[in-house]
DNA sequence: TAAAACTTGTTGACACGTCAATGATGACCA
DNA sequence: TGGTCATCATTGACGTGTCAACAAGTTTTA
């Protein structure tokens, strides 16, 4: 933070940048992908699969969130648009009186199996293809040390840092 | 796309996770840090940083665009937005009527002369320290080989991919 | 048990992105 | 010259994310 700064030099601006174009740029056409070959965006194909593991496609709002990590109010605005499109089905819980039971309609179920095979593929080809085995693994073991040092540092979650 | 779809196993599975996570999650954290310890956002960021490296701070919108591979719409809003902050200024292009030259006032350079120290802790800390060289440079031969197949697939720019 | 504290989910304000439409200007060429 | 086409920037509609405030229910605890 003080004057002793230390700055990247050439090479390390060139990992740099790699790092932040492909942070940028991957998100974005994973979402075109899915966007063109399926009626889903990235985060509602997000829910809808987290649904799809679950016990008769079914999960209290407060998991699906606790599942993907996300904000309660994220999850709750898109549930909202998800509804309305007809993609869920929101239900009030028994036993919490507070909480809502989420569950995929059968319009839900369809569009996530229509869109699972093309969204695997995008994967499989722009991921695993270019990639030797000895690169993914050097991929896994970069990508994980990058997250533990953010979780160590407290970045990682959203919400005060200090 | 078809039945045929190559499927991701158990140990692909781990390494997809990994990069989907620290997609999401690293674009999110930086955003947080510059938030945090500065005036700025991440966006805002970037285009002091392309204005700051350009001479008398100044550019054209258009080439702001083109060095951050952005929609012209995308930067117009948030031109509008840094404008109304006083972070920037936009002045008549004098060669071409259509155009628009776009400055860093005085409290825009301050901003990120403020914030340009902490920026790179953050990645000096959560690339760099976290990855040996080897690890670096085997990071930089992913992320390249990821970006080249989603530009041969034509995923990479934005718009129409046919 | 009553008060305090926490959990769950929604809402509203706002920042930010994409897309399509618009208007104005510049470039090209027949 | 004049018409066509491309380029530059803006705008509005809307999807999406964060944050803070809120209402209502549950748990803790004194």
Redesign the pocket.
Known sequence: MNSDTRWLNEHEQEIWRGLRELIWGFE?ALD?QL?RDSEL????YSVLAALSEAEGGTM????I?HTLD?????????????AARGLVD?NE?P??????NISMTAAGQAAIEQAAPGHVSFVRENVFDPLTPAEQDALLAATTKIQHALREAGWWE??KVD
Chains 1, 2 share one sequence.
Do not use: P, Q, T, Y
């Open positions: 974005s075109r966007i965006s990235g985060v509602e209290r709002a407060r998991d969130a996300w904000e309660r109010s994220r999850l709750s605005h898109l549930l909202k648009r998800m929101r819980c036993d919490d009186a507070r909480g809502f959203r919400g």
